[in-house]
Nanobody, 123 residues
């Protein structure tokens, strides 16, 4: 499954962005989808995840109440709505998918990745 992330850009602190990740073809609806981010010099970390039926979501503590992950299985697309952005949200955002939801939400446990989209939040 080839994932295509988009929507990243430069935004001022307090602003909003919506990232999109399309998965043309494949069996998108059978995967748990997640957004990761990687700041310069830091490890890639999970930001949010959503189960295949969209019935359950996960958020990192740092983004709870500000970010919302959603998916449209009919469009094979997952979204990340980011509000009240902070400079520490800056990084490359990647969408990822996996079929095995038993393993921890670490980057090595996701099988499919998008190319990343840069989000820069200025203070």
């Amino acid at each position: 499954v080839q994932l295509q992330a988009s929507g990243g850009r430069l935004v001022q602190a307090g602003g909003s962005l919506r990232l999109s990740c399309a998965a043309p073809g494949g069996t998108f609806r059978s995967y748990e989808m997640a957004w990761f981010r990687q700041a310069l010099g830091k490890e890639r970390e999970v930001v949010a995840a959503i189960l295949r039926n969209a019935g359950s979501t996960y958020y990192a503590d740092s983004v709870k109440g500000r970010f919302t992950i959603s998916r449209d299985n009919a469009k094979n697309t997952v979204y990340l709505q980011m509000n009240s952005l902070k400079p520490e949200d800056t990084g490359v955002y990647y969408c990822a998918g996996r079929s095995n939801v038993v393993l921890p939400r670490a980057a090595e446990n996701y099988n499919y990745w998008g190319q990343g989209t840069q989000v820069t939040v200025s203070s």
